[in-house]
């Protein structure tokens, strides 16, 4: 059964900490790895990768994919309170179908 | 605004019930998905549609069904409600059948009584 774990499912961290989101998946016909982020409402698409070992980055975020150990780490250096937020991984296959994981809860406090 | 519309934004119903759920997809985009988002089961597939023809299928109930007409809105048909039916139901939509980036919907939350 295709799986995707997000770890950890928690996080409380200060402002300008530097924190690492784990996302690992078991998937037949893999296509592409997709990070969301989750505030109040609808989740907006922050990162897709499909190559291992090429970073994404945007701001003071970046995303890393391993294909061969078949995971993915979603970086946030100095974060900000605006960074709390649900981190959602998710995990496309090549016949379209999409799996999520349960998200990671960050919360970034003063 | 991602420009994906949803309607109702709420709906309150009895169990035993059934309800429509409506999508419009951002102007220009063919494929709309469909998601559960539940508090024990996060984020779930539903299904799939490209430019009106279904494309690919998650975890969607028998009891469950959705269609994508040729303006290309798409509406999620729930019937006979049960309780665990209670989540918010998002639409997204993306330009292309292959693409990955989608644009989610504001959602419309789903409670049923």
């Known amino acids: 059964e295709d799986k995707v774990v997000q770890s950890p499912l928690s996080l409380v961290v200060h402002e300008g900490d530097t924190v690492t989101l784990n996302c690992s998946y078991e998937?037949?016909?893999?296509?592409?790895l997709l990070w969301y982020k989750q505030e109040k409402k609808a989740p907006t698409f922050l990162f897709m990768l499909?190559?291992?070992?090429i970073e994404k980055k945007s701001g003071r975020l970046s995303s890393i994919l391993d294909k061969k150990e078949l995971f993915s780490i979603l970086n946030i250096t100095a974060t900000q309170t605006g960074d709390s937020a649900i981190y959602l991984c998710?995990?496309?296959?090549?016949?379209?179908?999409?799996?999520f994981g349960p998200g990671t809860s960050l919360s970034v406090i003063p | 605004d991602s420009g994906v519309t949803q309607t109702p934004k709420h709906l309150i119903t009895a169990t035993g019930q059934r309800v429509t759920l409506r999508c419009s997809p951002r102007s220009g985009d063919l494929s709309v998905y469909w998601y559960q988002q539940s508090l024990d089961q996060g984020l779930q597939f539903l299904i799939q549609?490209?430019?009106?023809?279904?494309?690919a299928k998650g975890n969607i109930l028998e009891r469950f069904s959705a269609q994508q007409f040729p303006d290309l809105h798409s509406e999620l048909n729930l019937s006979s409600l049960e309780l665990g039916d209670s989540a918010l139901y998002f639409c997204?939509?993306?330009?292309?059948?292959?693409?990955?980036?989608?644009?989610f919907g504001p959602g419309t939350r789903l409670t049923v009584l």
């Open positions: 998710a995990v496309k296959t090549s016949y379209d179908k999409v799996i």
């Open positions: 997204a939509s993306s330009v292309a059948l292959a693409s990955n980036e989608q644009f």
């Open positions: 499909t190559s291992s070992g």
């Open positions: 998937v037949t016909n893999f296509r592409s």
């Open positions: 549609y490209y430019n009106g023809e279904e494309r």
